[in-house]
């Protein structure tokens, strides 16, 4: 984990995706609220706060998937593939060090905007999106599915890398694999799915489930001598 961090340092693709990204995700929902009148009405302003909430868990979605699927495939290109490959650490560690290396500044950061933009709400917002925002419910889903959502992508990111020769192809692979993710959240921010608390705990609860599943499936995906010989 400590050497992925490394790497993130001096990779300035990965550095632009880690700023970028949370930079839109975070000035564009608080650019439309501050343009949004006091006496605008309740419709406009659900509006805002959901597409505002959509875009706080697009971060855990679309951020670790683009990490991670350099993974691999850039441990390839740098020619340091083969000696990590072979060092006497368990494949499901060594997955696992890469995996945390993508999900814990994912969840940083995702909380970081995610609290950015609830305390602009609070200061700047009239009173019908200050309790849409700061709904008990809506706060509790949002601490509770970015990890689980983080770790998902890392995992589909990680998979993608290690059946891929190419970070392109990886990242698009990546990037499909994680729509349903996307539905998940935009059933919740649209009240397709109501937000209530006893909800928001099972669909984690499944997510844990479905994220450790995934973990023991890009374990075995993962098969050594195949990578070595491949990239020989």
Known sequence: ??????????????????????????VLPISQLLALADTAPEAAVRK???????????VPVTLPSAIAAYAVVGERDQGTLESILTTPISTEDLILGK?????????LIAYAIAIIFAVAVRIQG???????????????????????????????GIGASARSSDVRVAQQLAALAS??????????????????LRLAVAIAVVL????????????????RERLISRYR
């Open 1 to 26: 984990m400590r050497k992925e961090f490394r790497e993130y340092r001096r990779n300035r693709f990965i550095l632009g995706t880690a700023v970028i990204i949370p930079v839109l995700f975070v």
């Open 48 to 58: 805002l706060a959901e597409s505002a909430e959509l875009m706080m868990l697009l």
């Open 99 to 107: 995996a945390l290396a993508s999900i814990i500044p994912t969840v």
């Open 126 to 156: 009239n009173d019908a999106i200050v309790s849409i925002v700061w709904d008990p419910a809506r706060i509790v889903a949002q601490v509770l599915f970015v990890p689980l959502l983080a770790t998902w992508s890392t995992w589909v």
């Open 179 to 196: 729509l349903p993710m996307v539905g998940l959240a935009s059933l919740f921010t649209f009240q397709v799915l109501t937000p209530d």
């Open 208 to 223: 844990l489930v479905v994220d450790r599943l995934a973990w023991r499936v890009v374990s075995r995906m993962f098969d």
